[in-house]
């Protein structure tokens, strides 16, 4: 009788879910969601750029203070679609000192790993819950900056841009850096090793690169492109004090495609993060020294991340006993409420008025104010989707394969690394906490 009553009275609550469900599905809904973010993104476009020629040349601390407001009401709608809208999952992977310690109280360099369309969310999921998203910066090719939207705000933002042209970037990257390095509060900056995101023909040229070059192959990952963090730590060391090798692994068990369209409709994925914290001053100095550290680090990835495929799990029970990892353990940091709120206010600000507009023009008979409406609406749609486009593995950029060879030799001419695995992959590079 019992189990009766609680299934009649929790049915109603079942098809509402699915029904709910089905309808994050609908293109209405994908329509909505870009209408909101593409219209809220280039009022923040605008705000950020009349701050940065107006408060920036005269005080760069208030302007990056105030900044870091307008950029959470952007970032964070992403957030909001993961977390909120396809309700997706992210526990990190951690020792408990690091993460009360450190998580979003100290500028930090981050390295991740490019293995899949949404690590960079994943990471975004995280920086909002330690409360950094709004200093989130990133290294990015500099035609991003021209991209609508989030380009534009990435430029006001000051974000990393690099040219791929190592003598443009190394004469630019000191001074953008030195922003950085110089904000009031907490600030994550980003670096991709790999260059690009992993595909089986980058994969394999990437290998055919490490075969040639006497270096130990990655199942997993490219081969880290060395150059760039080398150049960029000798500008980050006295006032950035960690390092945090960061490895997003997706739940192999989730049954949806982890992409933005997935998010995007309402799909939910489930992913893991193992965040290992290195004082900063931990990386050598001597170019190839640090270079070979950097290799070392991305063999230790990616038997993490094989193990993970295996088993679900980063560690072996064996390397689960080492001193450096023994107090590791699971957690869900919880979400806030301030990306649902801060949508939810521009949604209602944007599609209300929409709607009635809408409803206006569509009762007038005034075709040519209609075709108006619908093509800028389809525009915001086409918008958003290309922004979505952009993070696609089979749509992304060729740079990683047409560039490999060349990139990788120059990179691993500066490296030393020796041919002999690593004793259980975590040798001469513990995470150590500090």
Known sequence: MVRMAFSSSSSPFAKVAKQWKAFKELIFCQVLLAVVFVTSGLVVDVIQALLYVTIRPFDPTLFRKINYYVTYTLNSQVVFLVEWWSQSKCQLY???????NYLGKEHAIL???????????MGWLVCDRVGVLGNARVYVKKILAYAPVLGWSWKCQEI??????????????????NNL???????????????TRFTPKKHAASMEVARSKGLPELKHHLLPRTRGFTASIPHLREKVPALYDVLVAIDPKCKNEPSMYSIMKGREVRSKIMIRRYLLSEVPEDEKEAADWLHKRYQEKDKLLDNFLRTGEFLTKEQQALPEFRNFSYVELPRRAYSIINFSSWAFVIILPLMWYLYTVFTSGNYLKMGIVIALV????????????????????SYGQQQQQQSEDEDSSESSIPTKPITNGFSNGK???H
Not at 111 to 121: G, S
Not at 160 to 177: A, I, N, Y
Not at 378 to 397: F, W
């Open 181 to 195: 390095v110089n904000y009031p509060d907490p600030m994550w900056l980003t670096l991709f090793p790999e260059g």
């Open 378 to 397: 389809v525009a915001a749609n086409t918008g958003l989707m290309k922004l979505c486009e952009l993070t696609r593995i089979d749509k992304g950029s």
């Open 431 to 433: 995470a150590k906490v």
């Open 111 to 121: 390295l991740l790993n490019h293995t899949y369309e949404i690590d960079w969310v």
């Open 94 to 100: 951690i020792d408990p000192k690091d993460r009360d």
């Open 160 to 177: 990393v841009f690099l040219e791929r042209d190592w003598e443009q970037d190394k004469r630019s990257l000191g001074g953008q850096l």
